[in-house]
């Protein structure tokens, strides 16, 4: 039972987020990237230089590093900060498209806390043309709209479960070299693809493993929701990290 309950506490916080200046050691623990000793290490900081007021600000905090930001940065909230972004779920790799949709679209920051953008897609007449406008995917963009209309909505919700081995559960389950098949494209960024393995731990795809050709952008070869097959390269349990590859399966 605390297996089960563990992994539902998980599903939540990595869907949800989690607010970083009340969560507790044990819950930011469960952040995709934070290792218990980092999430002790936020604590501390917190509890000595006060409230975070910038996500940027987890790059300060001992032993979490760009790879471990890059992975926590999206479910970290932060509730009246110096950027109203950093209360929602967009990626800070995203700030830049988001801020450029909200002037195109006549929005100053603040409407995202004020909850004033429940209509911002329907002020949208083509999303392809304002992707491009935007330097993003199409995809990207339909999900930076969906969460600033509401702040904090997960858009994986309604996507297909992965199909499960019944001898994997767990991140300890997993074997160098195990190929699992039916695994789902949660969240797309510049350096790769996050796939739902069903072990309540997504797995990184890096751009380099995704496809035998060359590409710029995972993008060209995957998009959010796709059903996958990946090998399993490397699983650290300590750092509660997958690295996984799609190439050669």
């Known amino acids: 039972m605390?297996?089960?309950?563990?992994?539902?506490?998980?599903?939540?916080?990595?869907?949800?987020?989690?607010?970083?200046?009340?969560?507790?050691?044990?819950?930011?623990?469960?952040?995709s990237g934070i290792s218990s000793a980092i999430a002790k290490n936020i604590v501390a900081y917190r509890e000595e230089n006060g409230r975070f007021t910038d996500r940027k600000e987890l790059l300060k905090v001992p032993k979490l590093g760009p790879?471990?930001?890059?992975?926590?940065a999206g479910f970290m909230r932060i509730s009246e900060g110096k950027n109203p972004l950093d209360a929602t779920g967009v990626h800070p790799e995203s700030y830049a498209a988001a801020e450029k949709l909200l002037k195109k679209q006549g929005y100053e920051a603040d409407a995202i806390t004020a909850h004033q953008l429940t209509g911002l897609g329907l002020t949208i007449g083509d999303y392809k043309k304002l992707a491009e406008e935007l330097g993003i995917g199409e995809i990207t963009l339909r999900d930076i709209v969906k969460e600033l209309e509401k702040p904090a909505r997960d858009p994986r919700d309604e996507m297909p479960k992965p199909i499960l081995r019944t001898d994997v559960l767990e991140m300890k389950d997993l074997k160098e070299g195990m190929v699992l098949k039916g695994g789902t494209v949660r969240n797309v960024i510049d350096f790769g693809v996050f796939v739902d393995i069903g072990v309540h731990q997504d797995g990184l795809v890096h751009i380099s493993q995704i496809t035998d050709r060359y590409i710029k952008h995972p993008l060209e070869a995957v998009s959010v929701g796709d059903i996958v097959d990946v090998k399993v390269m490397s699983v650290d349990l300590k750092k509660k990290r997958i690295q996984l590859t799609m190439r050669g399966i």
């Open 2 to 31: 605390g297996e089960s309950l563990n992994g539902v506490v998980e599903d939540c916080v990595n869907k949800v987020g989690v607010d970083l200046n009340t969560a507790s050691a044990p819950l930011l623990s469960y952040i």
């Open 67 to 72: 790879k471990a930001f890059e992975q926590c």
